[in-house]
């Protein structure tokens, strides 16, 4: 019997060619898809019609680090359109599934990404979801006047204060204010508008939004984290999070560990659905899955295996052998950057003593989530018994190379979830909460 009397929730990450670095040498989208809206529509089709609940746009300010020489082999986070444009074009191509963008809550101002956020949802009929980022990347300051990144703690800090902002714009307009009264010539209620006046320590803004309350009420509202305070964070204000853990313990234990801080904010643990990060590759036997990421990952150079790696993990690894180990005493204790890849690469390194061909093939197949490869039944056999241990509420799919590895798993291992009636046959309503199980908010 499936706990907490639910289906799995799944979501997909779309990116231009695929996760994979090496994705764009033989995926089978067009060389210029990246920048392809007819692309991107039908990859969000795909994963309608296989009911999941959201599909995912990742996002970066700025270019990645790194030599040119090396970023110029590789298009991740080259190229890419911005997400909220992107999504406003797929919420018209489709009726049902969620749309999640990424908006950096360092390098935008709350009263902006507000009104974006609030205008997706109504575009899209409550179909909108907000993915919160402190962003850590070291080329991003320059971009908007500033020297540095602002300190891991103080982003964090930032962040809460930002969520709290732009959460109170959303309720500066009572649910029916916009009451279109053509015979008394009143459009909207001025009885239920109210400003928001809101001075804290990073901003200071008064209000009212200049758009009606989302049909949601709150988009939602998706944060991942490993660090303390990113925990602190999500647990208080996240309604999605995406999490990256490589055991069922270590999931076990992420999941009990963020869900057992929502009390002390007043929040239940059903009001928070967590979602590991994981890479699926199907094949008719194991050995096939295994060939498939294999000939993927021969084709990663290796100036873009060092620059991923290296810049996961603030060290220069330009010139190192690709088949060398990096030594322990080159890589920082800490990192003011993404804290749960700094982790997890510097536990390959050190703990595992993984070479960088070794760990840039890993962590092209899935980043630093799982990956889950074989047939569609055993595939489904681990997402099972990572949610009966109550370590998960769905997967987040990174999809190895478009349009195959999503195709592959709407096609074989969707109907394998639904007979086993692990993932619904049909969506139950229309807005991304519905999908997710959760409430909308009251003003």
Known sequence: ?????????????????????????????????????????????????????????????????GDIEALSRSPRYINGLEPLTLLSVLSAHTSHIGLVGTLSSSYNEPYNVARAVASLDHLSGGRAAWNVVTTGSLNAPANFGRDANLDHAIRYERAREFVQVVRGLWDTWSDGAIIRNVKESRYFDPQKLRPLNHQGKHFSVAGPLNIARPPQGHPVVVQAGGSDPGKELAAETADMVFMVESSLDGARQYYSDLKGRMSKFGRR?????????????????????????????????????????GTAIGVDLSGMDFDATIPADLIPVESNRGQTYHRVISRMAIEEKLTIRQMSARFAESRIGNTLKGTPETIVDTLEAWHLAEAV???????MAFPDSLRDFCELVVPELQRRGLMRQDYAGKTLRNHLGLARPDN
């Open 393 to 399: 509420d769905g997967f987040m799919l990174r999809a």
């Open 1 to 65: 019997m499936m706990p907490r009397n639910r289906h799995m929730n799944f979501g997909c990450i779309l990116e231009n060619y695929g996760s994979h670095p090496a994705a764009w040498l033989v995926s089978e989208s067009p060389v210029d898809s990246a920048t392809d809206a007819n692309h991107y529509i039908s990859l969000a089709k795909l994963a309608e019609r296989a009911k999941l609940d959201f599909v995912f746009v990742a996002d970066t300010p700025c270019l990645p680090e």
């Open 269 to 309: 643990p059903d009001e928070l659905r967590l979602m590991q990060g994981i890479t699926i590759v199907v094949g008719n036997t194991l050995a096939e899955a295994d060939a498939k990421t294999a000939a993927l990952s021969s084709r990663i150079h290796e100036d873009v295996g060092k620059t991923v790696i």
